[in-house]
C-alpha cells in the first residue's frame, strides 16, 4: 500500500427514494465523489442479508449480498421489473432507514421483479443467471434453501426446524429443496442481482481509480446458512444449540464484559478439512471488495470462549486460535491477501506478533488518543508508518457527537495536542488522521458532513435503533470535494489521475 486515503460509508446509508441506500445511480455518484476529492479507498462494512436488528455484523450469510442494496431502478432499465411495481410506494424517510417499512415493500417488490423474469427474460439473462448458480455453487445452493426454509417456517431459527432438516439431513434436504423449488430459486435470483450490480459498481469504482475495503467478522451469526450447513465445524452439540459462544472480557469498559453469543468454531476440525470453508469464504469476500478489514483480529491469537447460558462474559476462558496455519493455508490457494487487521482493543504481544509476522497493518482510532499519557499508542505521533488511522468507526460516536460528550481534561488534552478550539473538531481531526505517518487514513463520511450525534451508525449494546443514518443527496457538494481534496494533496495522500 501507498500513502492514501478514503472515506467508510456503508452503501444503505446512500441517498435514494425507496427507503434505504442501494447500487443505484447515488452509489455512482458518490464514487465520483470520492474520485473528485483525490481519494483512493472506499470502506464498507459486511455486505451480507441481515436478520434481527438489522446489524450487517450478524448477517444470515458470510457469502450472500444483502437483497435490500438492490437498485429497484436499474432492474427496471434493464426490463427486469415492472413501472407498476413501483406506483404507490410510501413516503420513506430520506434521513434514516425505516427497516420496519422497507424490508417488507422491498422484498415484494423483488418478488415481482423475480415473476416478470420468469415471464420475459431473453435466453441470454437466462444462461446468466445459470452460470452465476455455477459460479457460486459452494455456498449458493445451501444458502438459497436455507432463507426459503426459514421464511417458509415463519422465520424461526434453523435449530428449531423439524430434526432431520436441522440436523442438514441429505432426504430432508431434498424434499424440501423439491416442495421450496420456487421460494428457493428467488433467493437464487436476489443474490444473483446483487452480485451482478455490486460487480459493476466495483467495475466502475476501480475504473475512477478507487479501490473498495470491504469487512470480515471473525464470527458468524448463529443463525445462518454458514453454522446450519457446516455445523461440524462449529461448538455445537447434537441438539444444534451452541455449548461455548462469543465475548470479551471484563475490561475498562465494562465490568462484565461483553457476551456476543456467536458460535465459536472447532479449529481442529477446520485444520483437518484444510481450513476449506474460510478459503472460500476469503475467495468470495476478495471477489467482491479489493481489501479485507478483518474484524476481532485477536480472536485468530486467541479468543474468550463462554459457556452457552451464561448470563455474563464474566465466566470465560481464553483458548489458542488457528495462528498463522490459517493464512498459510488461505495464501496457498489464493495468493496473496490485502487485509487490514482489526486490533483495537486489550491487544497482547502474541496478537501483536502474529498482526507483524504476516505483515496486516493494525488499526488506530483518534477518538480512543486522549486520556492524556503522550505514549498513548492512539496519538498520531506514536504511529508506525504501516498502521490505518480513523477519525472514528462506526461504533463510535461521530467525531462531532463524541466531543460535545468528553470530560472537560480530554477536550483540554486534545486542544494542547491539536493547537485548536475544536470549534471545527471533524475537519481537524481529518487533517491531523491526513497528516500522521500512517499511511492510510480514513474517515466516517458522517464526519467530513461535521455532523453531531444524530449521525451515529450504531451503539454497541443496544438491541434496536442501529444502522440506519443516512444523507441527502444535496449534502454532497463541490465545495465538500474540493475541501477534502486540499487536505488529500497537501499531505500527499492524492490519487494519481484516474481514467475517465
Known amino acids: 500500500m501507498t500513502r492514501n486515503s478514503g472515506i467508510l460509508l456503508h452503501p444503505t446509508s446512500l441517498p435514494g427514494r425507496w427507503g434505504i441506500g442501494d447500487l443505484g445511480a447515488a452509489a455512482y455518484t458518490f464514487v465520483d465523489f470520492l474520485a473528485g476529492s483525490g481519494q483512493q479507498l472506499w470502506q464498507v462494512m459486511p455486505l451480507g442479508p441481515t436478520g434481527y436488528g438489522d446489524s450487517p455484523y450478524q448477517g444470515f450469510s458470510a457469502f450472500a449480498g444483502n437483497p435490500l442494496l438492490i437498485s429497484l431502478d436499474r432492474l427496471l432499465e434493464e426490463g427486469l421489473l415492472d413501472a407498476g411495481s413501483l406506483a404507490g410506494a410510501p413516503e420513506f424517510p430520506d434521513q434514516h432507514v425505516d427497516f420496519g417499512a422497507v424490508i417488507p415493500w422491498k422484498l415484494n417488490v423483488l418478488h415481482q421483479s423475480f415473476e416478470h423474469y420468469k415471464q420475459h427474460a431473453p435466453q441470454a439473462l437466462r444462461d446468466e443467471f ?179 447460558g451464561e448470563p455474563t462474559a464474566i465466566n470465560g476462558t481464553w483458548v489458542r486460535g488457528p495462528g498463522t496455519a ?119 463520511m458522517q464526519d467530513v458532513f461535521g455532523l453531531g450525534s444524530e449521525g451515529r451508525m450504531n451503539t454497541p449494546g443496544r438491541a434496536a435503533g442501529n444502522w440506519g443514518w443516512r444523507y441527502t443527496a444535496d449534502m454532497l457538494t463541490y465545495e465538500l470535494a474540493e475541501r477534502l481534496g486540499t487536505l488529500t494533496r497537501i499531505y500527499g495522500r492524492a490519487r494519481p489521475a484516474a481514467t475517465e
Open 326 to 444: 490459517l493464512f498459510e493455508a488461505v495464501r496457498a490457494a489464493l495468493g496473496s491477501l490485502p487485509i487490514i487487521a482489526e486490533d483495537l482493543g486489550v491487544i497482547t504481544p502474541d496478537v501483536e506478533a502474529l498482526r507483524d509476522e504476516l505483515g496486516f497493518p493494525g488499526m488506530k482510532v483518534l477518538q480512543f488518543a486522549f486520556g492524556g499519557d503522550p505514549d498513548d499508542q492512539y496519538l498520531p505521533h506514536n504511529y508506525p508508518v504501516r498502521c490505518v488511522v480513523y477519525t472514528g468507526t462506526h461504533d463510535n460516536d461521530t467525531t462531532t457527537g463524541w466531543w460535545y460528550a468528553l470530560a472537560e481534561h480530554e477536550r483540554r488534552n486534545v486542544q494542547l495536542y491539536l493547537g485548536r478550539d475544536g470549534s471545527d473538531i471533524s475537519w481537524d481531526f481529518i487533517r491531523i488522521a491526513f497528516a500522521s505517518v500512517a499511511e492510510t487514513a480514513l474517515v466516517p
Open 130 to 308: 445459470a452460470s452465476f448458480r455455477t459460479e457460486q455453487r459452494t455456498w449458493l445452493a445451501d444458502y438459497a434453501l436455507f432463507a426459503a426454509i426459514k421464511g417458509a417456517h415463519g422465520g424461526a431459527s434453523w435449530n428449531s426446524w423439524e430434526p432431520a432438516l436441522a440436523r442438514h439431513e441429505a432426504h430432508a434436504i431434498d424434499e424440501q429443496g423439491s416442495r421450496l423449488s420456487h421460494e428457493t430459486e428467488f433467493h437464487a435470483y436476489m443474490q444473483w442481482q446483487f452480485f451482478r450490480q455490486w460487480c459493476a459498481l466495483k467495475e466502475y469504482a476501480n475504473h475512477r481509480g478507487i479501490q473498495i475495503i470491504g469487512d470480515i467478522p471473525i464470527f458468524v451469526a448463529f443463525d445462518s446458512a454458514d453454522v446450519w450447513g457446516n455445523r461440524e465445524v462449529f461448538e455445537i452439540d447434537e441438539d444444534g444449540n451452541p455449548t461455548v459462544v462469543a465475548g470479551v472480557p471484563p475490561d475498562y469498559f465494562s465490568a462484565t464484559g461483553q457476551l456476543w453469543g456467536n458460535p465459536l468454531y472447532r479449529w481442529d476440525a477446520l485444520e483437518e478439512r484444510g481450513y476449506r470453508w474460510w478459503i472460500e469464504r476469503f475467495r468470495t469476500t476478495l471477489t467482491l471488495v479489493d481489501i479485507a478489514r478483518i474484524d476481532h483480529f485477536r480472536g485468530f491469537a486467541a479468543y474468550w470462549a463462554v459457556p452457552a
